[in-house]
């Protein structure tokens, strides 16, 4: 199969484009390096031009992925760190972006979740139902504590 060759420029406006289209981290943008088979000077000088133009920024890629990853997929923190640590984000900057996330909406989804996850489970005991449940949860990336926190408040509530 034979690649096409692009110059330079034209694969630094490309790089530019895959930025814009979407928040990339910086492992993101080095793979996308990769497949252009750059040497290295080419990659720093296109590198450090993304990063003076702002075009990739780390703690806007980490926010914007918490903030889709809770509010469009419910996924939990605990899965979310796992994936940004899979992309190279650190500790640090991951803990300082979690501010994304409001406690209270937080406590909502995993009470709306859980509600309705444990409402399609039928023909089981009570306690499978809520075995599961939070079984569930937990794959979602939901920390337990505050799974049994949610199931109080539905239980003083009921």
């Known amino acids: 199969?034979?690649?096409?060759?692009?110059?330079f420029q034209e694969?630094?406006?490309k790089l530019v484009n895959y930025c814009v289209y979407q928040?990339?981290?910086h492992a993101e943008v080095e793979q996308k390096m990769r497949d252009f088979l750059l040497i290295d000077e080419a990659k720093e000088e296109i590198y450090l031009y993304l990063l003076k133009e702002n075009y990739l920024n780390e703690e806007r890629f980490t926010r914007s992925?918490?903030?889709?990853?809770?509010?469009?997929k419910h996924w939990g923190k605990t899965k979310i760190k796992i994936h940004l640590k899979q992309k190279g984000i650190t500790d640090?900057?991951?803990s300082k972006c979690f501010d994304?996330?409001?406690?209270?909406?937080y406590q909502k989804t995993i009470t709306k979740i859980y509600q309705d996850y444990?409402?399609?489970q039928h023909g089981l005991k009570e306690y499978q139902k809520k075995s599961k449940t939070i079984k569930y949860l937990i794959s979602r990336g939901f920390e337990y504590d505050k799974i049994q926190f949610a199931i109080e408040d539905l239980e003083s509530e009921a």
């Not at 199969?1 to 110059?7: A, E, G, H, R």
């Not at 994304?100 to 909406?105: A, L, P, T």
């Open 1 to 7: 199969m034979l690649s096409k060759s692009y110059t």
């Open 65 to 72: 992925y918490i903030r889709g990853k809770f509010y469009i």
């Open 23 to 25: 928040d990339r981290c």
């Open 92 to 94: 640090k900057l991951i």
């Open 118 to 120: 444990s409402s399609r």
């Open 100 to 105: 994304e996330i409001h406690e209270e909406d």
């Open 11 to 13: 694969i630094k406006q």
